[in-house]
């Protein structure tokens, strides 16, 4: 629980990564445990908390939450001329490409399962090596464009005979998460061309405010005529302060430490979390048909990101600005 959205993996870091990072240490295999519990379980806590709320409040009071937590930590690193060098790239990545993709969850997280959006969620690497490969003219290679056929092939399995769905509206629902990761895909394409060198805690600042300051008013027209209970502002503080703004803490850390394309591995455990955590939580039900389509989506995703098969340089977006991962 993405957002945002963040970093984007250039074939020079796939080199770094493979070539100069140390083995993982034991604490570098817990902090990514515990992004992946962050980030997986903040699915769950959308679904529980979007029906108390509504969307558009519930999203703009998380990534605010989320940008006042990172702002000082912004300052820290002497970020806020970058910040203030690029309003407008800030506006673009704010808006169509934070705002309305987290909007798109909220609405989605009312009519199908925590697990399934989690799912769904996963097939932004899909989508952003398709639009590296017809925009930004990079090579697909058999293995990556393989598992773009497999990954989808994969979401067909998902919404064939509609699979756990919530209400009537389900197809809706799921197309509604399948533009958020085509949104967050443009969005880390976007990140990654026009800016290149930032720092990535600015990068997710500056859409996270731009974000939550286009929703405010929103928030305010849509506010719920009842009192959301205590329960429900809980769940809104989780994704903000530790799904968000926690998370992208520790995503940054290990981005430091393990490199990109290791720290990709959360985009693999967040579905899990996701389907275990709604289990518990919610009572949802996992079905066959959800399993064994997201393992295809997963895998396609894992041959699209050059993670296995031939493919030395995986390119893709590691999670997009603001997002939970997701």
Known sequence: MTRFRASTIQRNAA???????APMRGRDLIE???????WGSAYLFMRAAVPAFGPAPLVALRLGLAALMLFPVMLLRGGLPALRAHPLKFAVLGVPLTALPFLLLAFASLHITAGLVAVLNATAP????????????ER??????AGLVIGFAGVAVLMWGSASF?????VVAVLA?????VLWAIGAN?????LAGTDSVVITVGSLLAASLFLAPFAWAFWPSETPSARAWAEMAFLGVLSSGLGFLIYFRLLRRIGPVRSMSVTFLNPVVAMVAGTWYLGETVTLQTLFGGAVVLAGTALSLGLVGRSPTPIVA???VGATPD
Not at 32 to 38: E, G, N, T, Y
């Open 15 to 21: 080199r770094r990564d493979s070539r100069k990072l």
């Open 177 to 181: 998460v399948l533009v958020c990761s």
């Open 32 to 38: 990514l445990l515990l992004l992946s519990l962050l």
């Open 318 to 320: 590691a999670k997009p």
């Open 140 to 145: 697909l290679g058999a293995w990556r464009g």
């Open 126 to 137: 899909l989508f952003a090596a398709l639009i590296a490969h017809y925009l930004l003219r």
């Open 190 to 194: 976007y990140t990654r061309r026009h």
């Open 166 to 170: 919530k209400s009537g509206i389900g």
